[in-house]
T-cell receptor, first 111, second 115 residues
Framework: RKEVEQDPGPFNVPEGATVAFNCTYS??????FFWYRQDCRKEPKLLMS???SGNEDGRFTAQLNRASQYISLLIRDSKLSDSATYLC????????????FGAGTRLAVHP | EADIYQTPRYLVIGTGKKITLECSQT?????MYWYQQDPGMELHLIHY???????EKGDLSSESTVSRIRTEHFPLTLESARPSHTSQYLC??????????????FGPGTRLLVL
């Protein structure tokens, strides 16, 4: 079983739609979580951290469910520019800042 | 924007050649990382460093080696390239003082094709 699992998609949605991605992780001791965005043939870039209480940044909302060991990303009012692969990232328990990446969920927003 | 650079961006090379992928960052970050990513797949950590003269192997076995003689420089070397080494190699850095602490900034990557 992979340590971080995501639905690869693609999610094809029209502009203005709301879309949600989930990600599950296997190590219950993990404490820190992130969503990174990776555009085609580009490097990953930090999108947002995921806090226990949930957090929002504009159209993006991230939530954590420790009991079920999953995190989610909600994108409201999708834009064409949101088209990318969204990587779920879990910081390995143990304090060495090692990131474990999911394979990503691909989002394609169309006009 | 992160100041982390990788060269070359693209490399096509024959089997058996020795190659060095360069990674430099100007942010003074103490931690640096090398990841390998195949198309559509997850990033796998192959090497990391917590500072000068510190290097560790990552989770994915790799025939490459790294060195960290200067804070800003973390080159990766393949002594004898093989077609199985064809992949994208991404360098990243982070620092204790960043918030959140585990944030990693990535370079643009090197796409390697071994014929």
């Amino acid at each position: 079983r992979k340590e971080v699992e995501q639905d690869p998609g693609p999610f094809n949605v029209p502009e203005g739609a709301t879309v949600a991605f989930n990600c599950t992780y296997s190590n219950s001791a993990s404490q820190s979580f992130f969503w990174y965005r990776q555009d085609c043939r580009k490097e990953p870039k930090l999108l947002m951290s995921v806090y226990s209480s949930g957090n929002e940044d504009g159209r993006f909302t991230a939530q954590l469910n420790r009991a079920s060991q999953y995190i989610s990303l909600l994108i409201r009012d999708s834009k064409l520019s949101d088209s990318a692969t969204y990587l779920c990232v879990v910081v390995e328990a143990g304090g060495y800042n090692k990131l474990i990446f999911g394979a990503g969920t691909r989002l394609a927003v169309h006009p | 924007e992160a100041d982390i650079y990788q060269t070359p961006r693209y490399l096509v090379i024959g089997t058996g050649k020795k190659i060095t992928l360069e990674c430099s960052q100007t942010m003074g970050h103490d931690k640096m990382y090398w990841y390998q990513q195949d198309p559509g797949m997850e990033l796998h950590l192959i090497h990391y460093s917590y500072g000068v003269n510190s290097t560790e192997k990552g989770d994915l076995s790799s025939e490459s080696t790294v060195s960290r003689i200067r804070t800003e420089h973390f080159p990766l070397t393949l002594e004898s390239a093989r077609p199985s080494h064809t992949s994208q190699y991404l360098c990243a850095s982070s620092d204790f003082y960043l918030q959140p602490q585990e944030t990693q900034y990535f370079g643009p990557g090197t796409r390697l094709l071994v014929l």
